[in-house]
């Protein structure tokens, strides 16, 4: 990456420019209530030249924005699990152009999984075929379907996986709850780190809670017992590289961003918030 100046005696001189490059993740859905099915993982988009986004795809084109503009940043927070049936999709986050797609909703007993950046898994049933949510093309995977066993001692209904950014969720099947999609890894910040993953899969037994997606990583929230309330998916992030000649700032507040410098870049890692960014 690298900052392209013009300057031009005698004439209007373009606007100067910064090439960025970014990871933009959503936050994650929240899982369902009764037998129910993981969380979507939050949409994930990356540009780093080697590394990938979500659902497969390649890395996009880093992005070249005018300094001292102001650029909008918005860290999708989680969807909150499940008190009565289905939980909340995830919320979008945002960079300038880029936006992420929350991660949809897991589902309790019969229902169907919500599309989001991944799919939510689908609910357990006694008939039918309750199947995972879409996940979003470039994005993220679908969630898995739910099942019934109907034999021996643990007959009981049983959600599927949430999708992640890496992989569809897990179908369920012989009583075990659907396996979480798996996520995608960035170096971004210097340090090879999985994000997005699907909430697993539950049902069957009572008498425990899913478990929540983990801050800041756009993951699922797990699915919980029979009866019991689901779990809460993670929350976004936005993460910026840029060369270390130029400085980040967030007129007007609102964002909560730490930022580091090593060989020759900074990176801003934005974990909260809403508002403007601008560079210099």
């Given at each position: ?10 004439v209007s ?5 910064i ?5 933009v993740?959503?936050?994650?859905g929240?899982?369902?209530?009764n037998?129910?099915?993981g ?8 540009s780093v030249?080697?590394e ?9 084109s880093?992005l070249?924005l ?9 860290v999708?927070?989680?969807g909150?699990?499940a008190?009565?049936?289905t ?9 300038s152009?880029?936006?992420s ?13 919500n599309?989001?950046g ?9 008939s ?6 879409a996940?979003t ?9 739910g ?5 021996g ?5 049983w ?6 950014a ?6 369920a099947t012989n009583?075990?709850?659907?396996t979480a999609?798996?996520g ?11 994000r997005?993953?699907?909430g697993?899969?539950?049902g069957?037994?009572?008498g425990f809670d ?11 929230g797990?699915?919980s ?6 779990a809460?998916g993670?929350s ?7 060369l270390?000649t130029?400085t980040?700032?967030?007129?007007g507040?609102g964002l909560?961003?730490?930022t580091a410098t ?5 990176v801003?890692t ?5 508002g ?5």
């Amino acid at each position: 990456m690298s900052g392209i100046f013009l300057t031009l005696a005698g004439v209007s001189a373009a606007p100067t420019a910064i090439n960025i490059d970014y990871l933009v993740v959503a936050g994650g859905g929240g899982s369902g209530k009764n037998a129910s099915s993981g969380g979507g993982a939050g949409g994930y988009r990356c540009s780093v030249t080697g590394e990938s986004s979500g659902g497969g795809a390649s890395a996009e084109s880093t992005l070249s924005l005018i300094l001292t503009q102001s650029y909008t940043v918005t860290v999708g927070a989680g969807g909150p699990g499940a008190t009565n049936s289905t939980g909340t999709n995830g919320s979008n986050s945002v960079f300038s152009t880029i936006t992420s797609t929350g991660g949809g909703a897991g589902v309790g007993v019969g229902s169907s999984g919500n599309s989001g950046g991944s799919g939510g898994g689908g609910g357990g049933y006694f008939s039918g075929t309750p199947v995972g949510g879409a996940g979003t093309a470039n994005q993220g995977y679908a969630g898995g379907n739910g099942s019934f066993d109907s034999g021996g001692a643990n007959a009981n209904m049983w959600g599927g996986g949430g999708g992640g950014a890496g992989g569809v969720g897990g179908t369920a099947t012989n009583a075990v709850g659907g396996t979480a999609g798996a996520g995608v890894s960035s170096s971004i910040n210097g340090s090879a780190t999985t994000r997005a993953l699907g909430g697993v899969g539950s049902g069957g037994v009572s008498g425990f809670d899913g478990t929540p997606g983990g801050a800041n990583t756009g993951t699922g929230g797990g699915g919980s017992g029979f009866i019991n309330n689901g779990a809460d998916g993670g929350s976004g992030v936005v993460i910026i590289k840029y060369l270390d000649t130029f400085t980040i700032s967030n007129p007007g507040g609102g964002l909560t961003l730490s930022t580091a410098t090593a060989g020759g870049y900074k990176v801003t890692t934005v974990t909260a918030g809403t508002g403007n960014v601008s560079f210099a």
